[in-house]
Every structure is written in C-alpha cells, then in structure tokens.
C-alpha cells in the first residue's frame, strides 16, 4: 500500500494546500515584542525591559537604573528556595507599570531602566556565590545606574551593599533595614557568612558604620539580649513593630530617614520581605506573624527613595515553593517598582538620579532646588 507523498517528492506542478488563506491566518497582522508584548512573553525580565547584561554596553548605554538579580540561598537557615525569588519577582505582574497611580509619573518614560541579568551562580558554593554578587553589582554600580538587586536569601546584602560603599567611596552611605530579624548575629552555627549575619559583616568590614544604620520592623523571639547589645556598642539604632503599632509606620519611617542620614551622603535600602505579616507574604523563609502591611511598606519605599539619594536597593528573601498566588513575588516586584517610580519623580523635577560622582552631583544639586517626593 503506497502511503502520502512527502511534500518535497510532490510533482513540482501540483498545488500546494494554503491553509492560511483557507482559515484566514493570511491578513496583515502586527507584531509585538518586547515591552509591547503580553506580559507572559518573551524572556523573562523585570517588566520586560531591555536585557543588558555586558558590562561595558552598561557603561555606554548609561542607564538610571539596572535590575540584578542574585539567586543564591546557601546561606539560609531555615526554609530554602530564595534562589529562585529573582525570577519569580521578574515575571511577578499584569501589566508593564507604566503608569503609576500612587505617584501619577510614567516611570518607564522618564527613566531608562534595564535588566542587567543575574550573577554569576552555581550551587553549593557560599564564598564564591558572594564574590560573584560583589562583581556583578560592582560593574553595574560602576557604570553609574543604581542597582536594584533582587535576592536571594539576606546574606546577598552583605557583598551588594559593599559593592555599592566601594563605588561611592570616599563618600559613605547608610542603610535603611526593613526586616523582621536583625541579622546582625556573630554566625550561623559556625557559618559567618549566612542569612543571619550580613549587617553585622558589613559594619564590621568597614562598608558602613553602625550609627549610621536603621533597622525597622524587628520582631519576634530572635535576638537574644547580646545581640541587641552588641548593636548598642556600635550605634545601631532600630524601630520595633511595637513601635510601629504604638507610633504609627510614617512616623516611624520619617525618623528612620532622619536618622540613617545623619552623616551619609546616601542611602543603601534593603527590603526583606519577611518584614510584611505572612498572611501577606507567605513565600519566605522564616516568617514571622505580626508584621507590617503590604501598603505601609509600598509607602515607606516611596517615601524614603523621593526623600534621600539612593545608591542602591535590594529585595530579599522572597522563596517561591511557600508563595501562594504569587502573593509574596508580587508585593516584591512593587516594591523594585514604587522605588524606580519615586525615582522617575525626582528625574523629571530635575534632580539626578545616576551617580557621577560627587563633583558633578554637587554642581547639579545646587541647580535642583525640588520639593521631596510626595508619598
């Protein structure tokens, strides 16, 4: 039995089938990709800007702002899966934030902001996944963009924020610490670089002072008493939920600014997402109930951001398998977003946003007499 005949021994004069002019797939369609895609095509990236990973195409693009993403949780404690929060946060929206109600500005159309992909990872490697993350956010900072690093489990602050303190030397930065945990422990059962020690690696280190850092949101069972004294010692300040409570978040948000800009020419945020009650963001590591909501810290990000000079911002802690509806993914993401929206204000009121260093800013702050940015 002689089976179909395979289209190229077809007798080159018999018709061929045009099935797209039979079903109508033949009009004239337009094409989309990039950020004019739907979001659940194409490469993943934060809201799908433009990847840019190389260093020097950084360096001659100039960007405002570069997403990094750091997938590493060797370091965590308790409950892993933070190495993957950097693409779950990437692919963690609806639409391209276009446009931001909160503060009424199109960020995206006011400031360039890429992706400059991930570091350079491998599992099973704790020193050299930090190295790495010193190198990757240390050519983005480099190039003038502010770093927005996504994590990642918390010991990632420690070689981002030093990276950052290294491009603005001579100059010093502070670092506004939201968290439910201090993370200023000597070590983790033996481990000096885990999940419960980078603040206190970084003080250590010389990358920032302790009086010039501020912890909000801290809650729970964890530290222990010479912990909190060891903090006392190096002019730590910190803000309790149970201030929050009593206080109020902006209240407490206006004196943490006040406070980490006592003497620093800017500022370092770093955002774990186990600051927020896990009835709101369940998918991390080692929740604590009790704490803020999602909208304060929205707020705090907006607030802080149009009212100091951001070196950088990373986002942390966020662990997919314990997410549900991408709850957790989501308020991450927005959090990177409300920061890059506070920036586009203070973009289009004329103040600067890329670090030059501080010659060029200093001449161009003086030219830039605005108004913080409303919250």
Known sequence: ?????????????????????TNGWDGPHSRYSGASAPTYVGPVSFSQREIVEDAEALK?????VAIVGAPFDDAVSHRP?????????????YNHGEHSLQLDIMPFHELDVVDAGDADIVPASLHRGHAMIFRKVLEVASSGAIPIILGGDHSITWPSASAVAQVRAPGSIGVVHFDAHADTADQD??????HGTPMRRLIESGAVKGRN??????RGYWPPPDVFEWMRTQGLRWHLMREIEERGAEAVIDDAIAEALDGPEAIYLSLDIDVIDP?????????EPGGMLTREILRAVRR????VELAGMDIVEVSPPYDHAEVTAMAAHRAALECISALAVKKRAGQPVR???????????????VAPVSS
């Open 1 to 21: 039995m002689t089976g179909p005949l395979r289209p190229d021994t077809l007798p080159s004069d018999s018709p061929r089938p045009d099935y797209a002019r």
């Open 60 to 64: 001659l693009r100039r960007p405002d």
């Open 81 to 93: 899966g933070a190495r993957f929060g950097p693409r779950a946060i990437r692919q963690a929206y």
């Open 189 to 194: 059962w033996g481990v000096l670089a885990g």
């Open 213 to 218: 850092f501020v912890q909000v949101g801290l």
């Open 279 to 287: 009835g709101m963001a369940p998918g991390t590591g080692t929740p």
């Open 304 to 307: 802080i951001v149009g009212r």
């Open 355 to 369: 670090f030059e260093g501080y010659a060029v800013r200093s001449a161009a702050s003086h030219t830039a007499d």
